[in-house]
């Protein structure tokens, strides 16, 4: 049986599994369809929250970013790691105890204002929009390659499947299909990883063949040869300042991605939340652990199997003849010498999408159909279940945030979860164009949402919970200034993705790329929201005690 034939069917079972809990899981009031009527068990939302953390940029992009970028690619372990952290421990239990359905609905009871609540919706759209367009990207190339469909067809079908249990069951049907989907995408993703580790160094275990064998040693010797940059050498594709800038960035906008916070408002209590954030983390660490050896080893395999090797012999390779097919890997023989030269310079003659090392690695190492099979449903997950939680989070924005709490507050049950509905729907579309037509390859897409995140909502959450002097002015003119400065910047450097110029009208922001300059969006919010907060009215006294209340601990919980 072909791995084709494998891949559908094991993708068949997996979707029939996340409709089947889409109508088990069916809602009729807006606390199930917004934060699955807090009821879920901390395990499970553990595993959800897992699964909305691991993305496709996590899946499928963290390794080959790794594999591409050597020690500089560590910069999305240490980023995102840290910034989960950083929300576990510092916001999350504030968030909950808070008890309201969303961070705009936060943001808007905290600053006493619809103007805050309406600005924080639009820039929870923004960042919502940014990161699923990556995860679009990660759908079309799984069903691009294995079911052998246009990326387009792809899209289209994932959005599909995501849009019919996410409109049945809201947050609820969404949450229990997440936490299913975690156990896909760790599973696909450590089977292969012992399977390499085993073949490449004798020991079965990824982290310890990494650190014990030579594996690293002789990579880095090989990329030498070849004439590319040593592997585990810093700073040869980044500079210092933007792995500094870009690993602030990935931490500060983890802590203000709304649509993870959101997860942590679906459990019973703050102590029930706590327990969410240490499940997560385990078993978030499952995979981020294992991803820094599957990068080196899909580098050492990649290069050995196609470097130096006759072009015809290489393109006769089933995995290679098949991903060329896709666009995302071509040979090019430069020279004419009918030999393939993968080098670090201007005579290379391979080029390979970072977002395919992941999904290659298995067929590269020639193991069994099944495994193949079993990684291309593991994407599918992560970039689905990421993509669901996304919507959530857009649809309750404008249908909560915006119409109920702003236009309509008489609207009724019945109504609020219509224009939920109709709103996921609209998300939906807009979603399928961006994954269609995204800006980059899904680890910079995704790293782009969390500048956003960084520069809007998270000086606001963190100056809402333990500044009680910043008042609606402050926050209002600080997301405002940061979020307009990050999409600015972010607009003029990469100007010819997005804008089709020939050329970009920002090279940098003296000398910060696009992925780290969120974290300028982020210094001049807090500067701004200071300032505007020491020279306009404090807060209610109500307010004060409020925010004096949130912090306060309870023994009972």
């Avoid at 800038?245 to 990935?250: N, R, S």
């Avoid at 159909?369 to 857009?394: E, K, N, Q």
């Avoid at 709103?423 to 994954?435: E, K």
Wanted: hydrophobic fraction near 55%.
């Amino acid at each position: 049986m072909s791995v084709e034939v494998i891949t559908i069917i094991l993708v068949l079972i997996t979707f029939a599994i996340y409709t089947g809990i889409g109508w088990w899981s069916r809602v009729k009031d807006t606390s199930n369809f917004y934060v699955a009527g807090q009821g879920v068990p901390t395990v499970a939302n553990g595993a959800a929250i897992a699964a909305d953390w691991m993305s496709a940029a996590s899946f499928i992009s963290m390794a080959g970013l790794v594999a591409f970028l050597g020690y500089d690619g560590t910069i999305y372990l240490m980023g995102w790691t840290g910034g989960y952290v950083l929300l576990a421990l510092l916001l999350a239990p504030y968030l909950r105890k808070f008890g309201k359905f969303t961070v705009p609905d936060f943001i808007g009871d905290r600053f006493y204002s619809n103007g805050a609540r309406a600005v924080a919706a639009v820039a929870t759209i923004f960042i919502s929009l940014t990161y699923i367009s990556g995860q679009m990207r990660g759908v079309g190339i799984v069903f691009s390659r294995y079911l052998q469909v246009d990326i387009v067809i792809g899209v289209l079908i994932g959005m599909a499947i995501v849009g019919f249990f996410a409109l049945l069951g809201g947050m609820k049907g969404v949450t229990w299909t997440q936490a299913i989907q975690y156990f896909v995408i760790i599973i696909a993703f450590l089977i292969p990883a012992f399977a390499i580790s085993f073949q490449l160094t004798g020991n079965p275990i990824p982290q310890l063949a990494l650190t014990s064998s030579d594996i690293v040693e002789r990579l880095g010797e090989i990329q030498i040869d070849l004439g590319m940059t040593e592997y585990m050498a810093p700073f040869t594709d980044l500079s210092l300042l933007n792995v500094f800038m870009i690993t602030l960035a990935l931490m500060a906008g983890t802590a203000g991605l709304p649509h993870v916070i959101v997860r942590f408002y679906t459990v019973k209590s703050v102590r029930a939340a706590r327990w969410s954030a240490v499940w997560a983390i385990i078993f978030i660490g499952l995979l981020y652990l294992t991803a820094p050896a599957v990068g080196a080893f899909a580098k050492y395999n990649l290069i050995d199997t196609i470097a130096d090797k006759p072009l015809e012999e290489v393109q006769n390779i089933d995995w290679v003849n098949k991903w060329e097919a896709t666009g995302l890997l071509q040979l090019d023989d430069i020279n004419g010498d009918g030999t393939v030269n993968f080098t670090g310079g201007e005579d290379n003659e391979v080029v390979i999408d970072g977002d395919i090392i992941v999904l290659s690695t298995p067929e590269v190492a020639k193991l069994s159909p099944f495994i193949i099979a079993l990684v291309a449903a593991g994407g599918l997950a992560a970039a689905l279940s990421t993509a669901s939680g996304l919507l959530i989070t857009m649809t309750s924005a404008v249908s909560h945030d915006i119409y109920y709490r702003i236009f309509n507050k008489k609207a009724s049950e019945s109504q609020r979860l219509l224009v939920g509905r109709m709103t996921l729907l609209a998300a939906l579309a807009v979603a399928a164009y961006v994954g269609i037509n995204p800006p980059g390859f899904a680890g910079e897409v995704v790293a782009l949402a969390f500048g956003l995140g960084a520069a809007s909502l998270f000086p606001v959450i963190l100056l809402g919970i333990f500044d009680k002097r910043m008042n609606k002015e402050g926050a209002v003119a600080g997301i405002i200034t940061g979020l307009s400065f990050t999409l600015i910047m972010i607009g003029a450097i990469l100007s010819p993705s997005i804008f089709g110029t020939e050329q970009p009208i920002l090279n940098s922001f003296f000398g910060i790329n696009a992925q780290g300059v969120g974290v300028v969006g982020m210094v001049l919010n807090f500067i701004v929201s200071f300032i505007v907060s020491r020279i306009t009215p404090e807060p209610p006294q109500e307010i004060q005690e409020l925010i004096e209340n949130v912090r306060a601990p309870e023994l009972d919980e």
